[in-house]
């Protein structure tokens, strides 16, 4: 079992990657990928992913070849109007999950002012300022 846990970030990144897809389907029903064509990808990545010695390599080639392949797999299915949304998506979900970007963050770009509470903001230097216009 020990082993297993070892491998645990690759299926973290499978799992991150496979909702990712499942979620986009809302952007067009054409972007359904079952879980048995998910699977396949996945295994087919941990087989093609570059060999190494140490544990920590190899799952550091999985991880990397299983997001790339998945990802250009996925791509190809997209409306090239999708396609940089997509991507953006991706980034910003490996990049949370890896706690190298707050959700906060994501949030404030994707939301703009939108996602911040007038409570927790600086005070506004003036009155006549609406809310919206201040966030």
Same mark, same amino acid.
């Given at each position: 079992?020990?082993?297993?846990?070892?491998?645990?970030?690759?299926?973290?990144?499978?799992?991150?990657?496979?909702?990712?897809?499942?979620?986009?389907?809302?952007?067009?029903?054409?972007?359904?990928?079952?879980?048995?064509?998910? @699977?396949?990808?996945?295994?087919?990545?941990?087989?093609?992913?570059?060999?190494?010695?140490?544990?920590?390599?190899?799952?550091? @080639?999985?991880?990397?070849?299983?997001?790339?392949?998945?990802?250009?797999?996925?791509?190809?299915?997209?409306?090239?109007?999708?396609?940089?949304?997509?991507?953006?998506?991706?980034?910003?979900? $490996?990049?949370?999950?890896?706690?190298?970007?707050?959700?906060?963050?994501?949030?404030?770009?994707?939301?703009?002012?939108?996602?911040?509470?007038?409570?927790?903001?600086?005070?506004?230097?003036?009155?006549? $300022?609406?809310?919206?216009?201040?966030?």
């Amino acid at each position: 079992t020990e082993a297993c846990e070892e491998y645990r970030p690759v299926a973290h990144r499978a799992t991150l990657m496979y909702f990712l897809i499942a979620e986009f389907a809302t952007c067009d029903v054409m972007y359904q990928t079952s879980l048995g064509q998910f @699977n396949q990808l996945y295994e087919l990545a941990i087989d093609n992913a570059d060999k190494a010695a140490m544990p920590a390599k190899r799952i550091a @080639n999985i991880i990397e070849h299983m997001t790339y392949s998945i990802y250009l797999y996925i791509q190809r299915g997209l409306f090239e109007r999708h396609k940089l949304t997509f991507a953006l998506m991706l980034t910003n979900k $490996i990049q949370v999950s890896a706690k190298a970007l707050s959700l906060d963050l994501v949030n404030l770009f994707l939301k703009g002012g939108g996602s911040l509470d007038i409570k927790s903001v600086k005070k506004k230097p003036k009155d006549w $300022i609406p809310d919206k216009c201040w966030l």
